[in-house]
C-alpha cells in the first residue's frame, strides 16, 4: 500500500515537470511520506491508541457531585474515609468507587399506599403504622420523617448496613418507637395528647438513630400527620363529644337564666330601694312640716300676751257690733273668756246660718 501511494506522488510530480514546458509555473513539492506500517513508528501508535481504548473503557476517574459521597474499595474492601464532592482517578480493576446520596430524603407512612413504593426525589412512601393501643385497639398513626445519611461515617454505615441501610434502620426504628410511645394510651385519649405523642416519636426516634454506632443517619424532623381511630372508637368519641356539647349547652342555659334571675333581682332591689327612699324622703318631708308647724304655733304661742288678746277682743266685739247694727233681732251667744269665737244666730233667716269666726 505505501508503494502504491509512493508511484501515485511520483506520477503526479513528473505530470508537473512534463506540463510546465520548463519556463511554466512549478507548484511546491509534497512531502515524501512514509506510510510503513510495519516499522517503530507503526508500534507507538498502536500504543497510544490501545492507552485511549483503554482509558474509554476502564474509565479510570470518577466524579462526586455536591450532596454525594463516595466509597472507595480496594480490591473490596471499603476505605474508612469518603470521597468528597469533585474530581477523583481510580486504579481500574483494583479499586472501585461507590456513590452515594447524602441529601434529605423523605418517607411517607400512609394509609392511602397499600404497599411500599418509591416516588423518586428522594421520597418514599409507605403504608401506615398500625400499632395496638394500651387496650389492644389497633390504631393507625401516619407519620412524615426527613432524614439523611451521615456524610462523616457515610462509609462505616454502608460497610456495617450496606446499600439498603435505610430498610435495616430507618424503618424498624420508627414503626419500634411509634408501637412503644402509642402503646401507653388509650385510643380515645390519642387525640387529645396529639402533641405531647408527637414530640415523643420524635425524641425517641433521635435517642434510637444517635445511639446506633458511629450515627448512621441524622433525622431532620418527624412530623405526626394523622392519628386514625377504630370505627367504634370513632363513634364512642362522638358520642361523648356530643354529650358534652349538650352539657356545656345546659350549663350555658343555666348561667343565662343566672344572669337573667340576677337582673332582675337587681332591678326589684333597685326598685324596692326606691320606693324606700321615696317614702323616708315624704316621711321626713312631713316630719319637717310637723316640726315647723309646732314650732310656728310655740311661736304663736309665745307671742299671745294678756294685751294681745284683749286687742283682739276689742277687734271682735267691734266686728259684733257691725252685725247687730245690720241685723238687730240677732240673738248674740257670747263664751267665757271674751276672746274666743262668738255665734250668733239670725232668727229671721227661715234656714238658720251658723257662722263660726
Known sequence: MASDMNDYFNKKKNENKSSGGGGGFKGPTPPKMDFNMGGPKAGLLYVIAAIFVLLFVAKPWVIIEEGERGILANYGKYEEKSLLPGFHFLVPIVQKVYVVDTRVRIINYANRIERSASTGQGIIVKPAITVLDKRGLP??????????????????????????????????????????????????????????????????????????????????????????????????????????????????????????????????????????????????????????????????????????????????????????????????????????????????DAQKRVTSH
Open 139 to 348: 390504631v393507625s398513626i401516619e407519620l412524615t420523617m426527613q432524614y439523611r445519611l451521615n456524610a462523616q461515617f457515610a462509609a462505616q454505615t454502608i460497610s456495617n448496613w450496606g446499600f439498603s441501610w435505610e430498610e435495616k434502620i430507618i424503618n424498624p426504628v420508627a414503626r419500634d418507637v411509634v408501637r412503644n410511645v402509642v402503646g401507653k394510651y388509650e385510643a380515645e385519649s390519642l387525640p387529645i395528647n396529639r402533641n405531647t405523642i408527637a414530640e415523643q416519636i420524635e425524641a425517641g426516634m433521635r435517642e434510637s438513630i444517635q445511639s446506633l454506632e458511629n450515627t448512621p443517619a441524622v433525622l431532620q424532623s418527624v412530623q405526626l400527620r394523622e392519628i386514625v381511630l377504630p370505627a367504634k372508637v370513632k363513634e364512642q368519641i362522638e358520642r361523648v363529644q356530643l354529650a358534652k356539647q349538650q352539657v356545656e349547652q345546659a350549663q350555658q342555659e343555666v348561667e343565662r337564666a343566672k344572669q337573667d334571675a340576677f337582673k332582675r333581682a337587681e332591678e326589684a332591689r333597685g326598685h324596692a330601694e326606691a320606693v324606700k327612699i321615696a317614702a323616708k324622703g315624704k316621711a321626713e318631708a312631713i316630719t319637717i312640716e310637723a316640726d315647723a308647724k309646732a314650732k310656728a304655733n310655740k311661736v304663736i304661742s309665745a307671742s299671745l300676751t294678756t294685751k294681745l288678746l284683749e286687742l283682739e277682743q276689742i277687734k271682735v266685739q267691734g266686728k259684733f257690733n257691725d252685725a247687730l247694727r245690720v241685723n238687730k233681732d240677732a240673738k248674740i251667744f257670747l263664751t267665757p273668756g271674751g276672746s274666743t269665737p262668738n255665734i250668733w244666730v239670725d232668727t229671721k
